[in-house]
């Protein structure tokens, strides 16, 4: 607050995560040379080759998710909750099925689906009145999220065939923890250690790393390998 003074109003309170929050999610300013920027840049403007239209859903695989979802979800701003979906009826499940049908034709996610709620936990053993000491978390309406996981299950295999995600890397894969790394960490300095080797470990942490990414060079990586239907989608 100006002249250092506290924020002791809901309203005042808000502008300042407002603010806050609008400075991290600015894209960043480290990019790499100019040349290579230049040629990403350029790449991004090619056309995408022809490939086969996106793998549609269908009304059994949208209720299989819906059946999986939590049901004590706080509505998001559409104010369509877990529990209303449950409740949907064929037909209303049909057509959703047809939308996302559309949207894998089309190459199209709705904008309105992007818009999310935030809400800000505090980080533990965090000062309080830093508004950097809390985490924000985006809650997505429901139906994208239901979308979202329905592209996930066609964009897996395609991870997988071109070995995008290292064997090493335990984050973002099914069936894979902390506790797993930490198996495979000890593990490997046991072996050392019994073989009489010297063991040694770099620990990285990346402050916002997510708010860090040049997202065109991440976009540049993932026209790579993912056709063109759900390259757009996700673009």
């Not at 300013?29 to 239209?53: D, G, Q, V, W």
Request: some cysteine.
């Amino acid at each position: 607050m100006p002249n250092n003074s506290w924020a002791s109003s809901d309203s005042d309170k808000t502008s300042i995560f407002a603010e806050h929050l609008a400075n991290v999610f600015k894209p960043h300013n480290i990019i790499p040379n100019k040349i290579h920027t230049l040629n990403i840049t350029r790449s991004l403007k090619f056309p995408l080759p022809m490939a086969l239209p996106a793998k549609h859903t269908s009304p059994g695989e949208i209720q299989y998710i819906i059946r999986k979802l939590p049901t004590k979800k706080a509505p998001r701003h559409d104010l369509i909750s877990n529990l209303i979906v449950k409740h949907l009826p064929e037909k209303s499940i049909i057509l959703l099925a047809l939308i996302f049908n559309s949207m894998f034709r089309l190459s199209y996610f709705p904008t309105a689906w992007k818009h999310s709620n935030i809400i800000l936990i505090p980080k533990p053993n965090k000062p309080p009145d830093i508004p950097s000491s809390y985490r924000p978390i985006s809650l997505l309406p429901t139906l994208s999220k239901i979308f979202e996981k329905i592209l996930l299950k066609r964009l897996l295999p395609l991870s997988n065939k071109f070995n995008i995600i290292p064997n090493h890397q335990f984050g973002f894969r099914s069936k894979h923890s902390t506790i797993h790394q930490l198996h495979r960490t000890v593990d490997q300095i046991s072996t050392s250690m019994e073989a009489k080797h010297y063991c040694a470990a770099v620990l990285l942490d990346v402050a916002q790393a997510f708010d860090k990414v040049w997202h065109e060079g991440l976009l540049f990586k993932l026209k790579k390998f993912l056709p063109a239907p759900y390259y757009l989608l996700l673009k």
